[in-house]
Nanobody, 120 residues
Framework: QVQLVESGGGLVQAGGSLRLSCSVSGRTFRTLVTGWFRQVPGKEREFVARWSGGSAIYADSVKGRFTISRDNTKNTVYLQMNSLKPEDTAIYYC???????????????WGQGTQVTVSS
């Protein structure tokens, strides 16, 4: 069993920055793929970024503004979000599994989510 706990969400003005954290426990962290998704009420959960095997992939909408990273000594994955826009407002979820890509169905383990609100 894998447990994920997100933190770091909040309210920020457009152009500002936030760093989300996802603490992972219950399985060897190094073996896991970890990703970030986000969801706006009434819409499907969408892919944001994924870290696997030392490399990252990003959704086009966040490329160049967001950076995913992980600290294996702390069993934590981060999402640094810069140049935030009002359209980035969503609940952000951390996800993990042994393998995973850019779709939510590829991930079995999920955190509870953290709210990010970007004001204009």
């Amino acid at each position: 069993q894998v447990q994920l706990v997100e933190s770091g969400g909040g309210l920020v003005q457009a152009g500002g920055s936030l760093r989300l954290s996802c603490s992972v426990s219950g399985r060897t962290f190094r073996t896991l793929v970890t990703g970030w998704f986000r969801q706006v009420p009434g819409k499907e959960r969408e892919f944001v970024a994924r870290w696997s095997g030392g490399s990252a992939i990003y959704a086009d909408s966040v490329k160049g503004r967001f950076t995913i990273s992980r600290d294996n000594t702390k069993n934590t994955v981060y999402l640094q979000m810069n140049s935030l826009k009002p359209e980035d407002t969503a609940i952000y979820y951390c996800a993990s599994d042994l393998i995973g890509g850019a779709t939510q169905r590829e991930y079995y383990y999920w955190g509870q989510g953290t709210q990010v609100t970007v004001s204009s």
